[in-house]
């Protein structure tokens, strides 16, 4: 099912302008790599249009926001809407300050998203927003996605998808990922993830990667991405397991394991099922 | 002894705010993660002072300072003492630059601090400034701490300490630890550690985690972080040794074995003894 | 050949300036201290003037470059020149924008750089701006340096060393330095070294520690810095090979094996021939 969309990754190296935190782009950078696509962190106004006009899909990640990169980030995501470049949102922390708030929203409403990827705190707070008149959804959530909330959070994310015309992938125990008509639920990864610093700044960029291959494919080329990194946190779990490592290794390991994983052990490993 | 503020911090999950540098900032929220606590990196003065008040403490780090930053980091340390959240400074490369001894003064001036941190050649530049009147305090000292010299550090940490109203930690081959009424002089630690980047700034960020978790007891809290990062680095030591690893690896165990040492092992391996 | 070069290392311990990208900072730091060297990193225009007097190199890298920091690497490098302190040029993605073009062009035309280094797209691209003359320096050669062109591309350098009056060290599946009148050809090194973000970095940082405890003798200097961490790089490959690793692990044998490595080690390992 997702052999196609890792076989446009690894054939065609896609470029990935981040416009990202310093604290995970060296990981974002590497698993990059590890994936098969190629990376290129660029932030200043002067240079972003040109940047992501050769390159496949811009990632804005608001880690570590500040006044100078937030123009940068609206610029770079104007241009890419202009050239038909995919463009991934990840809302580090919104709903934490205003100005994350306020960031994202006008981010929502001077951009076009392909992708929105966050945990379920940062998208109900990106619900809430005025963005797109996305804030009458109900937003009434849990912080967590288990087995009792779930259809409640996939009516959600359907709603929201459709309110912003994005795909959402939300993180956490279980993911989803929808396009409002296609949903998929995903069950790969390991909670010790969560002990490593950005695997969702890294799942991101693994994101804009296959966004980048796979342009008439968002929701499929997002849903395996989600799949992949998730396998690889679990993998990457049981070798800390039998090494008797800890959460630094993991992190490794998940990057190894990234850097190793073909479309038949993912075709092996992906542990998901679609509503439509 | 260590056991309570160990336990204090894994049950809560203190929330630590950085204000630090783009070169150990990864590392920094990975020991956070790894040691029971958890990261935010926020350093726009537009949310500084929202992102430090849901915080349970803040670690302020000079180690890549701009004049963007330094004004965040005042605004921020002026909220938490509004809000008896503790503040924790680490002056790296103090006495380097009239620009970071400028710095290291102001902030001594207009921000109250729990804990400062940094190697003895720091604490003395720190000394020699005119905050708070710690220039009169003599710093005739060498730039190491070593059994001959020993007593003669302890009297002047103290008394810096005395001056700052601040606990002093200063780390070296030896590490003293005092709120000049107690002082803990602590044998952990390897010298390989100086081979890391970012052995200081983890121990500040860790210090941080755990003054957060133990707002009353902010000098033992103190000894324990100091503690637990020389244990781990001693067995992270061990392992390289015994795998034949280098420098790299050293760091990557050194993390492993912060995610994996509770209160029992810690108790076991702290090679400590108070003066008081 | 190289163990004086080494030994300079290894006894002067050079502190080494960087101002440098946010990805590979981390990196840069760790291979510095790792190699025998001791790193610095300060980009503000109120500091760096000081810093980079105390040093023994200054690492000019414009991964990330901003307004803010192209003013401090001038002001940085013009002090380094005055004090006859080397300075090396990582111009990363020169090319792909406007201002990195433009910068590099100023850079050139301000400072006098002892080292340039980039791959084989990166010194083309500063062989066609106008900076010093270089403009006339014929670039019509492949993206990449193989048996066949290497002939060629060992003229092209030769003459844009002579344009720039600096080392030139071009990476890639053969390795070039020259300083015009003596060249390296260097076959060491391996080609997943390219699927870790920052190798190049972190050689150009490896050089400014080479050539600032090596100050009369550049050329070699640089020489021996390319072939160490591509030696580093083989030693890391077979690892990885044998336990079964992947990328992440790469960069951590590498940078073990960078500070494990002596100079025996690096002269049964070196691969180079020289031209004159």
Chains 1, 2, 3 share one sequence.
Not at 51 to 72: A, D, H, K, Q, Y
Not at 232 to 238: F, I, P, T, V
């Amino acid at each position: 099912m997702f052999s196609e969309i890792i076989k446009n990754v690894k054939n065609n190296t896609p470029l990935v302008h981040n416009i990202t935190n310093y604290v995970t782009v060296n990981d974002c950078a590497n698993i990059l790599l590890a994936c098969g696509g190629s990376p290129i962190m660029a932030d200043d106004i002067e240079e972003v249009e040109e940047i992501v006009s050769i390159s496949s899909s811009l990632v804005i990640n608001i880690g570590t926001l500040n006044s100078r990169t937030i123009e940068s980030m609206i610029k770079a995501g104007k241009k890419a809407n202009e050239q038909n470049i995919p463009v991934i949102l990840d809302p580090v922390g919104v709903g934490a300050s205003r100005l994350r708030t306020d960031t994202a929203n006008k981010l929502l409403n001077e951009v076009k998203f392909a992708v929105v990827r966050g945990n379920i705190s940062e998208i109900k707070a990106l619900g809430n927003t005025n963005a797109k008149g996305a804030k009458g959804v109900d937003a009434d959530l849990a912080d967590s996605i288990n087995e009792e909330n779930l259809d409640e959070v996939v009516e959600y994310i359907k709603s929201l998808s459709e309110k912003l015309s994005s795909v959402i992938a939300v993180t956490g125990a279980i993911d989803i990922v929808s396009d409002s008509k296609k949903t998929y639920i995903i069950r790969n990864g390991h909670p010790m993830m969560g002990k490593i610093s950005g695997t969702g700044c890294m799942l991101s960029s693994i994101i804009g990667a296959y966004c980048g291959a796979n342009k008439d494919n968002i929701v499929d080329a997002t849903a395996a991405a989600v799949c992949i990194i998730g396998l690889s946190g679990e993998l990457a779990y049981e070798k800390i397991l039998k090494n008797d490592e800890g959460t630094s290794m993991l992190r490794s390991h998940l990057i190894d394991f990234m850097s190793k994983i073909d479309d038949k052990i993912l075709e092996e490993g992906a542990k998901f099922e679609i509503r439509q």
